[in-house]
């Protein structure tokens, strides 16, 4: 089935570091990929995402890239701040039919924490 | 703007007291599922609907029902709350299956 493995975390920066958190998948066919954030107690916001290889999600300063070659979708930003402390999920969706249609596969989720 | 609300945000029940947590969309969207999270842990899909069509995951227990009046509103029941229930519940919506899903705020459940 499908799966998606993130990085282990947590994950503790200081203001202006770089960031990257990697995300890997595993699934048949071409899925949509996704990155969400979740601030403390808050429902998931979709940050970006990346319907076909080679496309690049960008949003606020994060950016994604599609690799069908690397099966994976590797979250950066050049220039962290605090406010950007939250909880990030890599998800995939598959886009064709059977069992898993229309359901979202997470990953396990990355705790970044970004100190001044 | 166009969004997904849940309410309330915060919701208190006695263990065995049945509770009803609900959701609205002003998106138009024709799927609306309802996830449960607990901690920092990935959310775990119960259920969803497309249009009024229900589509029950297979290890949701029985205890967990849902309603789709309309297409706006979505409803979680949850029957006889145990302990374990306590959780956040998150509500969310997509335009359809293959496409991106939106989410609430959620809704934090305490189980007493």
């Known amino acids: 089935g499908d799966s998606v493995t993130q990085m282990e975390g947590p994950v503790t920066l200081s203001e202006e570091a770089f960031l990257t958190i990697n995300c890997t998948y595993t699934a048949t066919g071409y899925p949509s990929l996704f990155w969400y954030v979740q601030y403390p107690g808050e429902g998931l916001q979709l940050l970006l995402k990346?319907?076909?290889?080679?496309d690049k999600g960008s949003n606020k300063g994060f950016e994604a890239t599609y690799r069908k070659e690397t099966t994976s979708f590797h979250l950066e930003k050049g220039s962290v701040q605090v406010s950007d402390s939250a909880v990030y999920f890599c998800?995939?969706?598959?886009?064709?039919?059977?069992?898993?249609?229309?359901?979202?596969?997470f990953g396990q989720g990355t705790i970044l924490t970004v100190h001044p | 703007d166009a969004m997904v609300i849940q309410n309330p945000r915060y919701q208190v029940t006695q263990f065995g007291k049945p509770v009803t947590l609900s959701c609205s969309q002003t998106l138009n969207h024709n799927v609306m599922y309802w996830y449960q999270q607990k901690s920092s842990q990935a959310p775990k899909l119960l259920f969803h609907?497309?249009?009024?069509?229900?589509?029950n995951e297979a290890d949701t227990p029985d205890n967990f029902q849902s309603r789709r009046p309309n297409t706006s509103f979505c409803f979680l029941d949850i029957r006889s709350p145990g302990l374990g229930d306590a959780a956040m519940y998150l509500c969310a919506t997509s335009r359809e299956k293959a496409y991106e899903q939106y989410f609430g705020p959620g809704t934090r459940l305490t189980v007493t």
């Open positions: 998800a995939l969706l598959p886009n064709a039919g059977g069992t898993s249609y229309g359901k979202l596969t």
């Open positions: 990346a319907t076909k290889a080679d």
């Open positions: 609907y497309y249009d009024k069509d229900f589509n």
